[in-house]
């Protein structure tokens, strides 16, 4: 449809109409200045949205841009949480693009919704090309009348926000993580509500978009819960195996367990801030070291497979309070050299003629067995441990354990076929 001015617009929505009038009252698009030339107002098929493909220049709307694009109309007390990646301004291809903006280079497809129903002095929410309009933003004083391109969207509801967001960040490198973020955010906020009151997460704080060493994942906080109520519902003659959940989107087995749970219930409340002061306690250990202070160590609570496997046990013996406490008591009676979970122990621990040179410890990889023998670490230490903290003779143990075990559930498979 041609747009000439502002108007009615037959077969559109009165919501879009005015949407789109009072863009037009505010920005001044190139295919409106010039007589030759008007706008056309799109409708995505897809995703049932309407949109303007339009050129506003630097200096016009450098100052309306919200990198904070929100699902909804925020409350007073609510907090923005983004849609966005973080930005990254000292990656090499970032740099490129300032030093081309400041060169007069034109943008285009910069996907965004014209909202004025929060941050109205913003009102051009970003939902893709953050990094082209930060470039032009730090090029806008010597470039100011440069044209950039803008696909211009109207009226969005949660769905479509999310369904153009994820759309345009994966067109770009984006990891699986900041769709798993954007996805959980469509879903709803219980999730990133529950972690924030654990204390896995600051109050205001959203998952990372990217693996961190303190900050969790969306995969992290939907492995952990899952595993802790698969952990709870299962029997003490089952085989073991914890699992992790997928990435990219949404999980199924998340979304079944997750439509059954009280995020406030006390006892989910409690197992979370367990495993905060676990994450926790790892970092301030390894951390204080002079040696053995690696990276990979001081993250392990958070590395997904240790995560599966702990809060599986953290439900398996949630009938069986003393037994669990073995499990919450590993932060505690530590000497200045100790780590709760030893990573170093667990780094170590193989079986020796099967495992591979190449093998890197427990905790490390996150194929099935590996899990059910992190998990195992946590049974023998709390079934057969005298002293209870680990060690490389309890992760050998374990491993040995549930290769055994292993063997016997295939056999016992395979005699079932008979």
């Not at 450098?62 to 990646?85: G, V």
């Not at 204390?199 to 802790?228: H, M, Y």
């Not at 780590?339 to 093998?359: F, I």
Request: charged share 30%.
């Amino acid at each position: 449809m041609r747009i000439h001015k502002p108007g009615i617009y037959p077969n559109v929505p009165d919501e879009i109409n005015d949407k789109i009038n009072d863009f037009l009252g505010e920005f001044s698009p190139l295919e409106l200045e010039q007589e030759s030339s008007d706008l056309t107002l799109h409708f995505d098929e897809k995703s049932k949205a309407y949109y303007l493909m339009c050129h506003l220049t630097a200096e016009e709307f450098q100052q309306k841009a919200d990198f904070k694009a929100a699902l909804d109309k925020p409350d007073e007390d609510d907090e923005i949480y983004k849609l966005n990646r973080d930005i990254s301004e000292n990656e090499s291809a970032f740099q490129i693009m300032v030093t081309d903006a400041k060169e007069g280079r034109s943008f285009e497809d910069i996907v965004v919704e014209y909202d004025t129903s929060y941050s109205n002095e913003v009102p051009l929410k970003i939902y893709g090309g953050q990094h082209r309009i930060r470039a032009i933003q730090n090029a806008v004083n010597e470039k100011p009348k440069v044209y950039h391109g803008f696909r211009i969207f109207f009226g969005l509801d949660r769905h479509q926000k999310v369904e153009i967001a994820t759309i345009n960040n994966t067109s770009i490198a984006v990891s699986n993580d900041l769709l798993d973020r954007m996805r959980e955010q469509m879903i709803g906020g219980e999730l990133r509500k529950y972690f924030q009151t654990i204390g896995l997460l600051a109050e205001g704080e959203d998952f990372s978009d990217k693996r961190s060493p303190v900050v969790p994942t969306v995969r992290i906080a939907r492995t952990f819960i899952v595993n802790f109520y698969k952990g709870k519902s299962a029997k003490k003659s089952d085989f073991h195996l914890p699992i992790v959940c997928s990435t990219g989107g949404v999980d199924d087995e998340y979304l079944k367990i997750r439509e059954k749970i009280d995020w406030n219930s006390e006892e989910l409340v409690k197992v979370g801030k367990e495993f905060h002061k676990l994450h926790t306690t790892q970092r301030a250990k390894i951390n204080s070291r002079k040696k053995d202070n690696y990276g990979e160590y001081a993250r392990k609570a958070l590395s997904l497979a240790v995560v599966a496997s702990w809060s599986y046990a953290a439900g398996f013996y949630s009938k069986e309070p003393d037994k669990q406490h073995v499990l919450f008591s590993l932060v505690d009676n530590l000497r200045d050299s100790e780590d709760p979970l030893n990573a170093k122990a667990l780094s170590e621990a193989r079986l020796k003629g099967v495992d591979p040179d190449t093998y890197r410890g427990l905790g490390a990889r996150i194929n099935p067995n590996e899990l059910g023998r992190m998990f195992e670490v946590f049974f023998v230490l709390i079934e057969k441990a005298t002293d209870k903290k680990i060690s490389i003779k309890i992760a050998n143990a374990a491993i040995q354990s549930f290769e055994a075990k292993r063997s016997q559930y295939e056999a016992q498979k395979a005699l079932e076929k008979i």
